[in-house]
């Protein structure tokens, strides 16, 4: 048994096996509910296959999230209750109010910036004999980590005194054109708006691609219609393209938003969310983790959470609307 | 407490970098002692007398949980290799980045190690009072009277129950300096404050330009930005109040805004955010904000500072080919006090506490508060501990020596990472965004009432 529990060999072999036995033991119901005859073959059938998704989401999103909203009315230790004393820190101190206005340009700004930059990139380049190498130029950020695309960035952005060597490639070019350094990190408000540009440089990948696909799929026939009737290249892009790729454009659009609600580790990595560029969510890291504040910590997630809802919502209206336009 | 764990962290590059420094600096026969794997001179046959007293167990594991992984968990894990020979206890480190956390979550849990290493002493009061720790045997109590100052064994004090023994330590009031550049300039190291702004002065005379300055500093630490800062605080309150003052304000009898506080800070700000001598090679005082403290210190060697301060550490960071030594590339001297006599010192340091009262436990936990440990540690390298049975020609390197004479020393004020002790919201929040603000202009009195105002009630 040591070899198993006590080695990494040992280990890995024992999550194998593990994994093994939970998919014979799915295949296994799969195969029972298939024998099952009768009235009660639809329950059974739902049981197998939706019953692990369903427990797994119960033990690791329901039951966490009812916790954290039991935990936002009680205090720091989780052990007395302090009914709405966290909500009303959230909502009026100053540190947080910064993190609300913060988080609002985050949101705003990252999606439509991503996706009109995306969305003219795929344009400009579709059909292009060099698409595949434009398009893995601006994709490629995407596969560096936020933390990675924080660091990176935060040598672009590094800042000497004027007398110094610059070691920062943009106050390099600035003090080469003859201008004074910039502190981009420091100087508020501008900070959070130089933070969100790294976000932006990482998601216009991702939107472009996603819309470089739906633009492909655009019926060829209706764009030769178009040509046909001879329409110009604004009239194309306005009325033909953007309403195709609608769909598309509003998954990308509420999918970055998302991600941005919850954006928090290029903060850290580049200003540890100082010099007044708080986020919501990294509030709620620091307040729970770091502070050991459970109370203020998960009444930020409550808040972040219910400002994600509308988008959501937002979301799946869109898809059902689309799925009545084609009728399925 | 992301300052300790990267203290750590660092400390763990600290040892590498130390066997190459003994080697290439020629220091003398104990970098090559560091590397020669724990001295053991017996070839072969293990001389099993020192660990007699432990007793002897059939094949028993203790469980030990730190926040000390890569090179450093394997330099802890090698302190065990002659006590599990001999007493038949098998130690099974675990060391996790998330450890903070991850002890309190295990402990709630029912799933608490037998053993944990407590980088604050703020944590280890809180598993304390919330029931998880047990007390250790008199053995391990006796060890620590032996070894250890009255101070030292407080911090792992609760409530007037001794609860735990501290095992390594390290040096915060050190400045780094360059022992050539000084010998070309005919400059002293100082030995009163009075002496070091003296030398400051003179400095900014002699050298003092655009990109030139007495000292150096940056307090950039990704989330845990600005916690050098509180270092330096902690310093000044320990020298303008001394270490009553500096109780009180640790313990929050006295207020975060008190005028002696105030004081204190505005006399490290007297350096900090005086453009003339700071910040060397880098910028001007609001530069300290957005300058690693990793690389801080390194513009010493390129002549545009003379002083940095910084914990015993920062020996790690120097690029490889330094030669850190009394008459080398650079060096470290002591934070001077207000006068020659007084020497109050800043240190951080590690506790052990046990889950439980098993006698493998307990055996483990009185080897490791002995001076055997702490001597079988520090040899093996990148390491001090204030116990006083350590030799200090047992350093891997001449700062680590330094360090380790230093917290030897009877006349010692020793004094805990204040930061670390205090609430975090204070420690690890309010108190580091504070100093951000405060480098970055804001008056004294603004951060200090802002930080006050942070403290939680109750």
């Known amino acids: ?328 | 407490m992301t300052t300790k764990r990267r203290a750590m962290g660092t400390l763990a590059g600290a040892a590498a970098l130390a066997m190459t420094l003994g080697a290439c600096g020629g220091a003398d026969e104990l970098g090559g002692g560091g590397g020669g794997g724990g001295g053991d001179d017996t070839a072969g046959g293990t001389d099993c007398s020192p660990y007699e007293d432990y007793g002897s167990f059939d094949g028993e594991t203790v469980s030990l949980f730190s926040s000390i992984r890569e090179v450093e968990a394997d330099q802890l894990q090698d302190t065990f290799t002659e006590f599990t020979e001999c007493t038949g206890i098998t130690v099974e480190h675990n060391g996790s980045g998330e450890f903070e956390q991850q002890v309190v979550v295990q402990a709630e849990g029912g799933n608490a190690p037998d053993l944990a290493i407590f980088p604050q002493p703020g944590l280890f009061a809180r598993m304390v009072e919330s029931g998880y720790l047990v007390e250790p045997s008199e053995e391990v109590e006796a060890n620590v009277d032996e070894g250890w100052s009255e101070d030292w064994k407080s911090y792992g004090t609760v409530d007037g129950t001794f609860y735990g023994a501290p095992l390594m330590a390290s040096v915060k009031s050190f400045v780094w300096y360059s022992p050539t550049a000084f010998e070309e300039n005919g400059y002293e190291v100082p030995t009163t404050w009075d002496d070091l702004m003296a030398l400051t002065e003179q400095i900014a005379a002699d050298h003092g330009s655009e990109d030139v300055k007495p000292w150096c500093a940056g307090i950039e630490s990704g989330g845990a930005t600005g916690w050098p800062a509180t270092d330096w605080i902690e310093d000044m309150v320990l020298r303008a109040g001394g270490p009553d003052v500096y109780d009180q304000w640790v313990n929050h009898e006295i207020p975060f805004n008190d005028p002696q506080i105030v004081e204190a800070v505005d006399m490290a700000g007297g350096i900090l955010k005086n453009p003339d001598y700071v910040n060397g090679g880098i910028g001007d005082p609001r530069s300290i904000a957005t300058t690693s403290f990793n690389d801080a210190g390194l513009p010493i060697l390129d002549g545009n500072c003379f002083l940095h301060r910084q914990a015993s550490f920062y020996e790690a960071q120097w690029p490889e080919g330094t030669d850190v030594s009394p008459e080398g590339d650079v060096f470290a001297f002591y934070l001077p006090g207000e006068t020659e006599d007084e020497s109050p010192l800043l240190v951080g340091g590690e506790f052990v506490g046990a889950f439980n009262d098993n006698e493998a436990t307990q055996a483990v936990q009185a080897y490791m508060s002995s001076g055997e440990w702490a001597n079988t540690r520090v040899e093996i390298g990148g390491v001090t501990s204030a116990n006083t049975a350590v030799d200090p020609e047992n350093a891997s390197s001449d700062v680590l020596r330094l360090a380790i004479e230093l917290l030897q020393d009877e006349n010692a004020v020793a004094r805990f990472d204040g930061s670390d002790m205090m609430p975090s919201e204070v420690g690890a929040g309010a108190f580091w965004s504070g100093m951000v603000s405060w480098i970055d202009g804001a008056e004294t009195q603004t951060a200090v009432d802002q930080i006050e105002a942070a403290w939680p009630a109750g």
């Open chain 1, 1 to 328: 048994m040591d070899f198993f529990l006590y080695s990494k060999i040992g280990q890995m072999v024992l999550a194998l096996l593990a994994f093994a036995a939970v998919v014979a033991v799915l295949m296994l119901g799969a195969r029972v509910a298939d024998r099952v005859a009768g009235r009660t073959r639809n329950l059974w059938a739902l049981l197998v296959f939706a019953g692990p998704a369903l427990l797994l989401l119960g033990v690791g999103l329901i039951y966490p999230a009812g916790r954290t909203i039991v935990m936002s009315f009680m205090d720091r230790r989780s052990e007395e209750w302090v009914a709405l004393d966290n909500y009303a820190w959230v909502l009026n101190n100053p540190e947080s109010l910064r993190a609300f206005i913060n988080t609002f340009w985050w949101v705003i700004l990252t999606p439509l910036v991503a996706t009109v930059v995306g969305l003219l990139y795929a344009i400009l380049i579709d059909g292009k004999r060099f698409e595949k190498v434009a398009k893995s130029l601006l994709f490629m950020p995407m596969a560096i980590s936020f933390v990675g695309a924080g660091i990176i960035w935060k040598f672009v952005y590094e800042y000497r005194g004027a007398a110094q060597d610059q070691i920062g490639l943009l106050n390099a070019v600035l003090v080469a054109v003859g201008l004074e350094p910039v502190r981009f990190l420091q100087d508020g408000p501008w900070n959070t708006f130089f933070l969100i540009f790294v976000m932006i440089w990482v998601q216009a990948g991702f939107a472009m691609v996603l819309l470089s696909a739906a633009i492909k799929a655009i019926p060829t026939d209706i764009v030769e219609a178009a040509r046909l009737d001879g329409v110009s290249p604004w009239q194309m892009f306005r009325s033909i393209t953007v309403p195709s790729i609608r769909p598309t454009l509003v998954v990308v659009v509420t999918t970055i938003s998302i991600a941005t609600l919850k954006i928090f580790d290029i903060t850290r990595t580049m200003t540890g969310a100082r010099f007044g560029t708080q986020v919501l969510a990294n509030q709620m890291y620091d307040q729970s983790f770091t502070f050991g504040n459970n109370g203020i910590g998960s009444a930020t997630a409550v808040v972040i959470f219910v400002l994600v809802i509308p988008i959501i919502v937002y979301n799946v209206r869109q898809m059902l609307r689309n799925r009545e336009v084609r009728g399925a």
